[in-house]
């Protein structure tokens, strides 16, 4: 089993910055994607960031504004969340599974964090 454990969320104002982290642990041998996830109330829940061996994926919402990066000796990722709109607030889930390429979607991941909530106001 692969424990996901997300910390960095907060209530900003817009423009704000804000860096998540997702530290993994347990049976993580084998495991090369992790993916950001959110969602908002109401909505369902999609794909932000996702990073697989070095190639990163992001939805176009925050490309520009969002950087993904692993730390795969410390078995965590980060999101670097830049000029933070209001739309962005939603809860944000950190995943893991062996591969993954393009979109992430939630049915393709079995490990999930508990979620974190990012608020942005304007």
């Known amino acids: 089993q692969v424990q996901l454990v997300e910390s960095g969320g907060d209530s900003v104002q817009a423009g704000g910055s804000l860096r998540l982290s997702c530290a993994a642990s347990?049976?993580?041998?084998?495991?090369?994607?992790m993916a950001w996830f959110r969602q908002g109330s109401g909505t369902r829940r999609e794909g932000v960031a996702s990073i697989d061996a070095g190639r990163t994926y992001y939805t176009e919402s925050v490309e520009g504004r969002f950087t993904i990066s692993q730390d795969k000796a410390r078995n965590t990722m980060y999101m670097q969340m830049n000029n933070l709109k209001p739309e962005d607030t939603a809860m944000y889930y950190c995943?893991?599974?062996?591969?993954?390429?393009?979109?992430?979607?939630?049915?393709?991941?079995?490990?999930w964090g508990q979620g974190i909530q990012v608020t942005v106001s304007s």
């Open positions: 347990g049976s993580t041998y084998g495991i090369h994607c």
């Open positions: 995943a893991a599974d062996l591969r993954c390429w393009g979109e992430p979607e939630p049915s393709a991941f079995r490990h």
